[in-house]
């Protein structure tokens, strides 16, 4: 099935100037037009957009992305290399959970030292 760009920008929760501004730094390359020359997101457009996103959530840069993408377009003679760029993103994605657990646990200790400070009768002055 076709999507608009309004319609694609509803399903994947990006705005249509992000899907405009991906398509011009490259990273849409397989989104075809109609006959109109407007974009057509195919259901597998969708699904790109979606690893997109993912990847961008968790600090790929979109020139990194553009790569993964254009070796996708080259075939599969590319899947090594495109898997070892995920293999290194998700070795700096799981270092990035290790830090934001280290950082929560000091947030969590600072909150328990609050709440017994809270519960503990202070002599006012």
């Known amino acids: ?71 996708t377009a080259r075939g599969d003679g590319t899947l090594r290399q495109r898997r070892q760029i995920l293999i290194r993103h998700r070795a700096e994605v799981l270092a990035q959970i290790g830090a934001l657990k280290k950082n929560l646990e000091k947030i969590d200790r600072k909150i328990a030292c609050y709440e017994r400070e809270e519960k503990t009768p202070r002599a006012e002055a």
Do not use: H
């Open 1 to 71: 099935m076709g999507y608009t760009i309004a319609q694609a920008s509803k399903k994947c929760g990006l705005s249509r100037d992000t899907l405009r501004y991906y398509d011009k730094e490259g990273l849409l390359p397989f989104v075809g037009r109609n006959g109109n020359g407007y974009r057509e997101f195919s259901d597998q457009d969708l699904e790109w957009l979606g690893l997109i996103c993912c990847l961008k959530n968790t600090g790929m840069p979109l020139r990194e992305i553009r790569e993964v993408i254009a070796l």
